[in-house]
């Protein structure tokens, strides 16, 4: 099994649709998540932490589920500026340096 | 969040030959970490730039090939010596990411080798 692993997609969505990407990874241990937001030829900004709680930052809601070990990535409403690839990364023991999955494109259609 | 400047943004070199990729940031910070990103693969950790001492290299990543400074705890800088097509990629260096700290991007280079 790949230490983290994402669905490559594309996902097309009409705008206004509700998204959701997965992400799962190997390592028990892992402490931090992140969701990162990568547009064609630039770096990768980070879109949100994922908390153990869950956590939703306007139309984005980002869940842990740790028995499964997978995180997710919900968006809500979406806008033809959400066009992307898709991050996730992962600590791997505790929070040591961030693996990252190949990302998953989500491409929003007017 | 800290920012950082990375520079150059794009190159294309020969085969055989060396480049130096310099990375800046506007705050001192512990972690400084190296990158690269071929095309079509996920974000691959090359290395740790440890200030004062020698990189931390990952597991296919070796010191010959990918020498690494940091002077100081705002600057680091990448060399990807002796290239070949297969060095072609966009290298970003990136800060944080220690205990649990969001980890953030510079700009990246975009490498292409010819």
């Known amino acids: 099994r790949k230490e983290v692993e994402q669905d490559p997609g594309p996902f097309n969505v009409p705008e206004g649709a509700t998204v959701a990407f997965n992400c799962t990874y190997s390592n028990s241990a892992s402490q931090s998540f992140f969701w990162y937001r990568q547009d064609c030829r630039k770096e990768p900004k980070l879109l949100m932490s994922?908390?153990?709680s869950g956590n939703e930052d306007g139309r984005f809601t980002a869940q842990l589920n740790r028995a499964s070990q997978y995180i997710s990535l919900l968006i809500r409403d979406s806008k033809l500026s959400d066009s992307a690839t898709y991050l996730c990364a992962v600590s791997g023991s505790g929070y040591s340096t961030l693996t990252f999955g190949k990302g998953t494109m989500l491409l929003v259609s007017p | 969040s800290a920012v950082i400047s990375q520079k150059p943004s794009r190159d294309i070199c020969q085969r055989g030959t060396s480049l130096t990729i310099q990375c800046q940031v506007d705050s001192q910070v512990t972690m400084m970490f190296w990158y690269r990103q071929q095309p079509g693969q996920s974000l691959t950790l090359i290395a740790t730039?440890?200030?004062?001492?020698?990189?931390?290299?990952e597991s296919g990543f070796v010191i010959d090939k990918f020498p690494i400074s940091r002077p100081n705890l705002t600057f680091s800088t990448l060399t990807v010596s002796n290239m070949s097509p297969e060095d072609s990629s966009i290298y970003l260096c990136?800060?944080?990411?220690?205990?649990?700290?969001?980890?953030?991007f510079g700009s990246g280079t975009q490498l292409s080798v010819l």
């Open positions: 994922v908390y153990s």
């Open positions: 990136s800060v944080g990411g220690f205990e649990g700290e969001k980890l953030f």
């Open positions: 730039a440890n200030q004062g001492s020698e990189a931390t290299y």
